[in-house]
């Protein structure tokens, strides 16, 4: 699904990412964890193509795909979702006409014709109900005035809708109070298949009890510096980040 | 001959026209000797420092139309709110068209100029009212009350309400290769009354149109007044606006100015609180492309105390469009307790384009609270990516950013169907299909 190969990329000069490999197979879930400031945002923002990051070495494929000339829109059209660790307040553009203009677009680059309105009014209801997301919220202006957890919440239902092969959630459990960080690890493990991929940044392991890793790997200065299992997760949680920035400078 | 010695030539013929033992015409004359020692204004006035009139006067505009012209209401029916019933009071080329207007006396007078005017039962009105808020030294201005003869008559009396929206449309036919349109409009609304007014200036052909407008609004003890001015005219038509508003006791005056065409606006807005707890309101949303300026000159006067002033004006700058805000506000001694903001934001989305903002405040009491501010910016690059990692392409991207930047203005339009006219409006201007009715 996902191949990163020696990946460098700095932003203003200053290198982030120092050659970051990472395959994310099908069916696969991958925990990316780390300091702050080590690189994690930027590795997200990078795949899903943030153009303020120059990309100096290495690559990202998508299905055998580079990526290196695609559109942050395009790279969506093709399966890639973010989901933002500060979601950006849209005032006046209610959730459910954002999320229309975001599947039709997506529908169009696909050569197809807009959705039929009865169909999307039974995809949002159903995406909502499974999120418990009041159908009130959607007629709100996108992220305005929402609280973190209302805006993570509404990250994971637009993931929903939108399907996406490769998801990437960036610190979607902060903000979340314990109830909110079960539903929408509820509804990410629901939108889990063996044909799509999903790759949490945290920095805590909390996240991670309900969204089982199938692989961790800890990020440092820009680069992996160890992968494991889910038991790294808990070894993390335990030992903190010091005994392995310890172990990588020797 | 230059534009100033036509129009002094021309004040001779327009006399033949009009009753000069009237006391209106008293008025006029006065006006004419003020424009006759100002003449237009020039950039070595601070006022019009940014806006320059000097390509306008080298025009050799008709003063009167050579004829009657009419025009079929389905070739102009798009720019009347016609998805609603309105009273319409509509003018071709500076003259009534009743053809194309519906007017009442129905327990409110919604009428002409001309009429109040000239008929004797008006006479008590006017002589209370016809350019006792107007300046009687802005050049302009007086040039204006010097030529008025028509335009628009609203009288609405006390506790009443029309049940229906006033629009004012000015049609230029371009019959004439250029013409100058000075309409005078005179809106009177009693205590406790309320009127909604949807004013529309459309040349319809890309001869050359200078419009001169004043409009006198007097809002008595809490009345009501909600006025939209829709700018969106052709490339080569200029207009200058001058209202002037007095406001009583708990009156609530909004005026809504969208400009979002035009060669030339510039929009002078002044508003006179004589009365204690007054609302004033002045909202706009500037939307400009190619060579187009917009300058929007408000003031407002707080002169008694306990009152509230609200200004939002946000702007879209693309292309080499250039743009004016300036709002004055001002405080007088005893106006105690005034709660005045003002807001200016602005958005330029081309290198060429330009903005100046000034906001100017002069108070002179203690206890008030006055606040300011004024941005320049660009769209936000993390927003925009925002929504592009959704899927919605950059151009689209941006437009529903800048719709959503302008959108907060749209909120105060109490008219629905205008509002959704004006939400479309903006997305034409922004030149995309956003795919749903915002």
Known sequence: MLKIENLHASVEDKEILRGINLEVKAGEVHAIMGPNGSGKSTLASVIAGKEEFEVTEGSVQLEGEDLEETSPEERAHKGVFLSFQYPVEIPGVSVTNFMKTAINESRKARGLEDMPAKDMLKLIREKSEMLEIDRKFLSRSLNQGFSGGEKKRNEIFQMAMLEPKLAILDETDSGLDIDALRIVANGVNKLKSKDNAVIVITHYQRLLDYIVPDFVHVLHNGKIVKSGGKELALELEEKGYDWLKQETAV | ?438
């Not at chain 2, 026209?17 to 204004?41: Q, W, Y």
């Not at chain 2, 025009?71 to 068209?97: A, M, N, P, Q, T």
């Not at chain 2, 939400?423 to 009715?437: T, Y």
Request: charged residues 25%.
């Open chain 2, 1 to 438: 001959m230059d534009l100033k010695d036509k129009l002094i030539s021309s004040f001779m013929a327009f006399e033949n026209n009009v009753d000069i033992e009237h006391s209106v015409h008293d008025v006029r004359t006065e006006a004419m000797k003020n424009f006759e020692l100002k003449g237009f204004p020039t950039k070595k006035e601070e006022a019009w420092k940014y806006t320059s009139l000097n390509s306008i006067q080298k025009v050799d505009f008709s003063i009167f139309p050579r004829e009657e012209n009419t025009l079929e209401y389905k070739d102009v029916k798009k720019y009347f709110l016609h998805e609603i019933d309105s009273y319409k009071i509509v003018f071709v080329d500076g003259i009534y068209s009743s053809y194309l207007s519906e007017t009442t006396h129905d327990g409110v007078d919604i009428c002409l100029m001309s009429a109040a005017l000239t008929k004797p039962m008006y006479k008590a009105v006017i002589d209370v009212y016809f350019n006792k808020v107007a300046s009687k030294d802005e050049s302009l201005t007086t040039l204006n009350t010097a030529f008025s003869r028509e335009g628009a008559y609203i009288y609405i009396p006390k506790n009443k309400m029309p049940k229906k929206p006033i629009e004012i449309i000015h049609f230029a036919t371009g019959n004439e290769a250029s013409i100058l349109l000075q309409p005078r409009n005179l809106v009177i609304v009693e205590e406790n009354a309320e009127v909604q007014i949807i004013e529309r200036h459309q040349s319809l052909t890309s001869n050359e149109v200078l419009t001169n407008s004043v409009t006198e609004i007097f809002a008595a003890k809490s009345a009501i007044v909600d006025y939209y001015k829709i700018q969106n005219d052709a490339a080569t038509a200029s207009l200058i606006d001058n209202t002037y508003v007095d406001q009583k006791d708990k009156s609530l005056v909004k005026v809504h100015t969208f400009s979002f065409g035009g060669k030339l606006t510039r929009n002078n807005l002044n508003f006179y609180q004589n009365g204690e707890y007054i609302d004033s309101t002045m909202k706009g949303v500037t939307i400009l492309g190619d060579k187009q300026h917009v300058d929007h000159h408000t003031l407002v006067h707080h002169i008694q105390p306990n009152c509230e002033s609200h200004q939002d004006y946000k702007s879209i700058y693309g292309d080499s469009s250039t743009g004016v805000f300036n709002g004055k506000i001002i405080v007088d001694k005893i106006a105690q307790k005034t709660n005045a903001f003002q807001q200016n934001n602005n958005i330029l989305v081309s290198d060429k384009a330009t903005i100046n903002s000034k906001p100017q405040l002069e108070i002179f009491a203690d206890d008030v609270k006055c606040s300011h501010g004024c941005t320049i910016g660009q769209l936000d690059e993390d927003a925009l990516f925002y929504l592009q990692s959704r899927g919605i392409p950059k151009k689209e991207a941006r437009a529903l950013l800048m719709y959503a930047f302008a959108n907060n203005v749209l909120e105060s339009v109490r008219i629905p169907e205008l509002k959704t006219r004006i939400n479309r409006l903006i997305a034409k201007k922004l030149g995309v299909n956003l795919g749903f009715d915002l």
